[in-house]
C-alpha cells in the first residue's frame, strides 16, 4: 500500500542550525514527491518537488530509492522557516499525505 | 493570474441550513480539488474533477455535493451538515497534460466553516 511517513510531529531548533526534516514513502515503482509548507494563516504551497531537484528558500531535498526516503534539509535555519512542513506522494491522480512536521526556529 | 481564490473566507452555518462555498482560477488547469483539513492535520481529500467530470469522489457523505460548472469554476454545495464538519475547506487546482494529471497542486486559501 501507498505510504508517507513523517516520524516527528514537533521539531525545535535553534536559529542558524541545521534542520532535518524526515520523510519515508512505501510505493511499487517510480515515486513523485514533494514537499509542501503551510506557514501561519497562509494558503499550503509547493515548496519543492524531487524531479526539479531545484533549492527553495535554502531548502533540498533528496530521493533516496534504496532507503526510500525524501528528506527536507536546511543548513541554517531562519525564524520564518517556522511552519507546518507535508511530504505528499503522487498515485493513482491524487497527492497521499504524510501526517506533517511542526518545525519551531527557535531565536 | 496564478491563484485560486475561493468564497468566503469564513461561513458559519446552521446544521439546517444550506449553503455553497465558491473556488475559482484562471490558470488553465482541468484538474480540480476539494479537500478538508482539520487544525494541525493534512488535507483530507474529498472530490477530483478532471475535464469538469467527476474523477474521485472518496465516500463523501451526501450533504456534501460537489459541481465543476465550467473550468475556472468549482463549488462544494452544503446541506444539513453536522458539527463535525467544521473545518477548513481548501480548493486545489493542478494541469492535465496529455490526459495525464500533473501532482503539483495549487492551493487556495480555504474557507473555515463552522457548523453550528
Known amino acids: 500500500a501507498q505510504r508517507v511517513t513523517q516520524p516527528e510531529k514537533l521539531l525545535s531548533v535553534f536559529k542558524g542550525a541545521p534542520v532535518e526534516l524526515k520523510c519515508n514513502y512505501s510505493?511499487?515503482?517510480?515515486?513523485?514527491l514533494f514537499w509542501y509548507v503551510q506557514y501561519s494563516r497562509q494558503r499550503l504551497q509547493l515548496l519543492l518537488r524531487?524531479?526539479?531537484?531545484?533549492s527553495i528558500k535554502g531548502f533540498t531535498a533528496d530521493l533516496n530509492k534504496g532507503e526510500t526516503s525524501f528528506h527536507l534539509k536546511k543548513p541554517f535555519a531562519q525564524e520564518e522557516d517556522s511552519a507546518m512542513y507535508y511530504c505528499?506522494?503522487?498515485?493513482?491522480?491524487?497527492?497521499?499525505w504524510g501526517a506533517g512536521t511542526k518545525l519551531i526556529i527557535k531565536p | 493570474d496564478t491563484e485560486v481564490t475561493q468564497t468566503p473566507k469564513h461561513l458559519v452555518m446552521g446544521m439546517t441550513n444550506k449553503k455553497s462555498l465558491k473556488c475559482e482560477q484562471h490558470m488553465g488547469h482541468r484538474a480540480m480539488y476539494w479537500y478538508k483539513q482539520k487544525a494541525k492535520k493534512p488535507p483530507e481529500l474529498m472530490f477530483v474533477?478532471?475535464?469538469?467530470?467527476?474523477?474521485i469522489n472518496e465516500s463523501v457523505p451526501s450533504r456534501f455535493s460537489p459541481e465543476c460548472p465550467n473550468s475556472s469554476l468549482l463549488n462544494l454545495h452544503l446541506h444539513a451538515l453536522q458539527p463535525e464538519d467544521s473545518a477548513l475547506y481548501l480548493c486545489?487546482?493542478?494541469?492535465?497534460?496529455?490526459?495525464?494529471?500533473?501532482?503539483?497542486?495549487?492551493f487556495g486559501p480555504g474557507t473555515r466553516l463552522t457548523v453550528t
Open positions: 474533477y478532471s475535464y469538469e467530470k467527476l474523477s
Open positions: 505528499a506522494l503522487g498515485s493513482n491522480y491524487q497527492l497521499i
Open positions: 486545489a487546482s493542478s494541469m492535465i497534460l496529455r490526459d495525464s494529471i500533473h501532482y503539483e497542486q495549487y
Open positions: 524531487h524531479i526539479s531537484r531545484e
Open positions: 510505493y511499487s515503482g517510480s515515486p513523485e
